[in-house]
């Protein structure tokens, strides 16, 4: 008896799994592609900093960078916090800010309790690279990040 129960069990799932793989319409068989959005999480080095003049973007190699040291960096972690640590010649820790940071589609917030310290809107970003631009004095500045 318990060996007739188990198999009408499987038949039963066997046929329930058919019936599920047959019973998809034409409108259910079209190709959906999920692209997935990198993650900004994680540790992000300064590479190259700019501007935009005229419509033009004017990028130069980020050159506050130590020799020797370790590079400048910013850290965007799961939980919402975010550090930006800057090194002097002396290879030592010269500065560190902390915030808070919500990302809403293609724009990255920076916070301070709930004021907004500034906002980024991002230009371009892979796993490996993250352009953003931020106005500050009235000009339309670029930052650009890279990451192992």
């Avoid at 318990?2 to 190709?31: F, G, P, R, V, W």
């Avoid at 965007?76 to 940071?101: H, P, Y």
């Avoid at 906002?119 to 004095?137: A, R, S």
Wanted: aromatic share 8%; proline share 1%; with cysteine.
């Amino acid at each position: 008896m318990k060996h007739q129960m188990k198999k009408a069990i499987i038949l039963l799932m066997s046929i329930a799994s058919l019936s599920s793989i047959y019973s998809c319409t034409k409108e259910n068989d079209q190709t959906t592609s999920i692209v997935a959005t990198p993650k900004i999480e994680g540790k992000w080095f300064i590479i190259k900093q700019g501007e935009i003049k005229n419509g033009e973007e004017i990028l130069q190699d980020f050159t506050d960078n130590q020799p020797g040291c370790s590079k400048n960096y910013y850290i965007f972690d799961t939980d919402g916090n975010m550090s930006s640590t800057s090194f002097s010649s002396n290879c030592q820790i010269n500065s560190v800010e902390k915030a808070t940071w919500k990302r809403e589609g293609n724009i990255i917030k920076l916070y301070e309790k709930d004021t907004i310290l500034k906002t980024f809107e991002i230009i371009k970003h892979t796993d490996t690279e993250l352009k953003m631009k931020f106005i500050q004095n009235n000009v339309v500045l670029i930052i650009v990040f890279s990451r192992n």
